[in-house]
């Protein structure tokens, strides 16, 4: 299955803090930062979006462009942060950071997902996915990129960057 994963655009107010499920607003450049990516975007049969307004309104604006049908998927919303939900990063308790750097996958300090969690559900949503034979288009967050490449067997996924507006193949199973 063809797939492209977008991260959303720059959301207003998100420089330092834990955003995860926060719904923030679209930054002042929304409009511009659409019309610019829309052009350099390839050819895809279908829009898959999160939830969170901050892609929601993007893929609604790909969709319109290109004519295309869009579904709503919560699977591949940002992971929950619990209760660092809209703290800055440097103010969460170092105790609580260091517990989830010591059992990455399975640590919920927070009280939210744990990343393992992120990846069942990422993985349900691929596996749907997988069943598509024309290419799609998920727009959706940087945690979602990261778990969908490593399901995928990538390099080093967790650390992987994806710009704010920027695109990547996610690679069929068994291609690196």
């Known amino acids: 299955m063809p797939l492209i994963l977008l ?5 207003l107010g998100g420089e330092g803090l834990c955003y995860g ?3 923030l607003p679209l930054a002042a450049d929304f409009e511009a930062a659409a019309t610019s990516l829309l052009a350099g975007l390839p050819r895809v049969a279908g829009i898959v979006s999160s939830p969170r307004t901050r892609c929601r309104r993007l893929a609604e604006r790909i969709a319109a462009a290109r004519r295309l049908g869009l579904r709503i998927d919560a699977r591949i919303a940002e992971m929950d942060f619990g209760a660092w939900e809209g703290r800055r990063w440097d103010d969460l308790p170092r105790g609580e950071i260091d517990a989830w750097a010591e059992d990455f996958h399975g640590a919920r300090p927070h009280g939210g997902e744990s990343v393992a ?17 024309v290419p799609v288009l998920w727009v959706t ?7 969908a490449r490593a399901l995928r067997g990538q390099a080093a996924p ?11 193949r996610l690679p069929d199973p068994g291609q690196r």
């Open 7 to 11: 991260r959303h655009t720059r959301p």
């Open 117 to 133: 969690m992120l990846a069942e559900r990422v993985g349900a949503a691929l596996a749907e996915t997988a069943a598509d034979a």
């Open 158 to 168: 967790w650390e992987s960057r994806l710009g704010f507006g920027q695109w990547t």
């Open 141 to 147: 967050h940087l945690g979602v990129v990261r778990a």
């Open 21 to 23: 499920r926060s719904d």
